[in-house]
């Protein structure tokens, strides 16, 4: 049986609440909707696109242990053990408050946060500290970083828990405050600050000023880390010394405190060394690319800072391959070679999109001799959407690509930019492109699928394995 996160009358405290009813079952977990509840969850009825008093009924029919609800809500038959608040989403921030104030003073918390690759730095953390802490990690499973996925990451976090993870993220200036606060990490993060959710700032600086928020949280003594090699630095710099705290700064620079002696980055993976406390550690990385072991630098830096043996924690990364729709890779055999899938599908920025196309340069032409890349529409990019994506050129013509698919208006900037030699095809969605994607690939291709969650190119990712999934070689 899985322990117990919290007795009914202890969460019933911590959310502020009143009980209707009592919880006979253990409550092991939150949910906040019905098709991904287990049995132990407490159900959170949030308002989001709808309202989950909607759901209440049928939580308790999946096993739902309890359920955080409005004072307002009449109680249905099949209902169970109700937690009445006034507002469901501040009775959770209640509870995760709680969750984080009943951590041991020796438990470490580390929060990341920037324009990319916070959910890539985070799984890194989670399997490092992992190493040295079995079983008493805590970090969600997804990209919880938002205004109820903090909340609900932290409420779930169990009582005995050395190191706890956070990922924050934000596409308004003042979102990170509050989660930075309920989070209180001992250790913050910035990966990086770039032109990313451009729709909702007026500029890339005032970005790095939203960033610089999760500085806000620091626990007395804690560390900021933060990449050198950024443009912002300074700005970051400033901003998390203005709080009392100290800073650690990662990245490529000399006067970085945590810089690579060793940087050999390859298809494979990446072979790195740096200096740490008086002490070289080298470690390996299975997932390629630049961008990974640049933030894998601000891993190690955060372990450090933790108080974790670093050699130990970062024998982990050996183990991490990139996880699906972050750069992924599956090889196929084909009649006369083989075709490489590189899944990038996730998410895209000008920043990513140009570090996925650096990733696959790394791709020897003797394996590989062309180089396709499928792109979808980057979103939130405000008024310089168009001139973004056309200069994707430069990056493209670096990385060696020899034919381009590009899906979306927005992506039709880039695509009128190109060289003909390079057009592979453009479309108004994804969905348009498959056909003729799929008649192109060919044995010796490279083919990287790239765009924003709502360009929709995970379907063309699954066209592609359904096409050669017969002869999958591996991962």
């Given at each position: ?22 919880s ?7 949910s ?62 209640s ?11 020796s ?16 799984e ?7 190493a ?33 993870i ?27 600050v ?8 007026a ?21 900021a ?16 010394r ?16 945590v ?35 640049q ?5 190690v830096?955060?372990?450090d ?29 084909a009649?006369g ?9 996730y ?11 650096a ?5 020897p ?13 980057m ?23 020899d ?36 008649e192109?690939l ?34």
């Open positions: 049986m899985t322990d117990a996160l919290w007795t009914f009358d202890d969460l019933v405290r911590a959310a502020g609440g009143v009980a209707d009813g009592a006979v079952v253990p409550l092991t977990g939150f906040i909707d019905t098709r991904t509840l287990r049995a132990g969850d407490v159900f959170v009825a949030l308002k989001d696109q709808r309202d989950g008093h909607e759901f209440v009924t049928a939580a308790f029919a999946k096993g739902a242990g309890a359920a955080l609800v409005s004072v307002l809500y009449e109680k249905k038959t099949g209902d169970g053990a109700l937690i009445r608040v006034v507002d469901p989403l501040k009775g959770l921030e509870v995760a408050a709680a969750a984080r104030a009943r951590l041991s003073p438990a470490r918390v580390i929060a990341v946060t920037g324009s990319v690759g916070k959910t890539g730095t985070k890194m953390l989670k399997a490092c500290f992992s040295v802490a079995p079983n008493r990690v805590h970090a969600a499973d997804k990209s919880f970083n938002n205004h109820w996925g903090v909340p609900l990451t932290l409420a779930a976090m169990p009582v005995d828990t050395q190191f706890g956070f990922e924050i993220g934000m596409n308004h200036a003042g979102e990170i405050t509050p989660l930075a606060k309920l989070v209180r990490p001992h250790v913050a993060i910035v990966t990086t770039e032109a990313v959710h451009l729709e909702h700032f500029s890339v600086e005032d970005i790095a000023e939203a960033k610089a928020e999760i500085f806000l949280g620091l626990e007395p003594g804690g560390t880390i933060i990449n050198r090699d950024n443009a912002y630095f300074a700005l970051l710099n400033d901003r998390a203005q709080t009392g705290r100290s800073v650690c700064a990662f990245g490529q620079t000399s006067d970085a405190q810089r690579p002696s060793r940087w050999d980055i390859g298809a494979g993976g990446s072979d790195i060394t740096v200096r740490l406390s008086g002490h070289d550690v080298a470690y390996r990385l299975a997932a390629p690319g630049a961008h990974i072991a933030n894998s630098l601000a891993v830096a955060a372990v800072a933790a108080g974790a043996h670093v050699a130990t924690a970062a024998k982990a990364l050996a183990e991490m391959p990139a996880p699906q729709g972050r750069g992924s890779r599956t090889e196929f055999a009649e070679g083989s075709v490489l899938l590189i899944d990038e599908s998410n895209a920025n000008p920043a990513s999109m140009r570090s996925a196309l990733a696959m340069a790394t791709v032409r003797s394996h590989f001799c062309r180089r396709i890349a499928v792109l979808g529409d979103l939130e990019l405000g008024p310089n959407s168009p001139k973004l994506h056309a200069g994707l050129v430069d990056a493209i013509e670096a990385a060696g690509v034919m381009v698919f590009a899906a979306g208006p927005q992506m039709a900037n880039l695509h009128a930019a190109l060289p003909d030699s390079k057009r592979g095809g453009w479309a108004e969605n994804s969905s348009q492109i498959r056909n003729s994607l799929l192109e060919r044995p010796g291709d490279v083919v990287m699928i790239k765009g924003s969650n709502g360009s929709r190119m995970a379907p063309l990712v699954e066209a592609v394995k359904e096409k050669f999934a017969p002869n999958q070689m591996g991962t």
